[in-house]
């Protein structure tokens, strides 16, 4: 496991949705919706090494979206097509493999439509972003 170290030093943390460059715009509206309920979220805080070369080198890892400091949780969206989703859930299932004391709580496209429909947002806001 590393930390936010070298080029991603001064990388945000505990910030409002507003402040922090996301990779997704599904990511901004999820830190939103933790924003609206009052839930403390930090932004990609941490990468886990998934696989090493002979000499020690990182190959693979797996940056989670989110931690939830006061649920001590990692939280994954996946709102992607299925063919990175098979992808990622590969690393996932590796990540659990090498990591098993962690908490990852993967959040795919159907329940994220469905989070946002309960939170009176029009699903179509995801394309919006």
């Known amino acids: 496991m590393t930390g936010p170290a070298g080029k991603r030093a001064g990388h945000p943390s505990?910030?409002?949705?507003?402040?922090?460059?996301?990779a997704?715009?599904?990511?901004?509206?999820?830190?939103?919706?933790?924003?609206?309920?009052?839930?403390?979220w930090v932004y990609e805080p941490v990468e886990f090494v998934l696989a090493w070369d002979a000499d020690g080198t990182p190959l693979s890892a797996f940056r989670p979206d989110f931690w939830l400091p006061a649920h001590r949780c990692f939280v994954e969206l996946t709102t992607a097509d299925q063919r990175?989703?098979?992808?990622?859930?590969?690393?996932?299932?590796?990540?659990?493999q090498l990591?098993?004391?962690?908490?990852?709580v993967m959040v795919y496209q159907r329940d994220f439509l469905a989070l946002l429909a309960d939170n009176g947002l029009d699903p179509t806001a995801l394309r919006a972003a």
């Open 24 to 40: 997704h715009p599904s990511e901004r509206l999820f830190a939103a919706l933790l924003d609206v309920h009052g839930v403390e």
């Open 84 to 96: 990175l989703v098979t992808r990622k859930n590969a690393k996932v299932r590796r990540l659990r």
């Open 99 to 104: 990591y098993p004391e962690l908490t990852l």
């Open 14 to 22: 505990v910030q409002r949705a507003a402040t922090v460059r996301f």
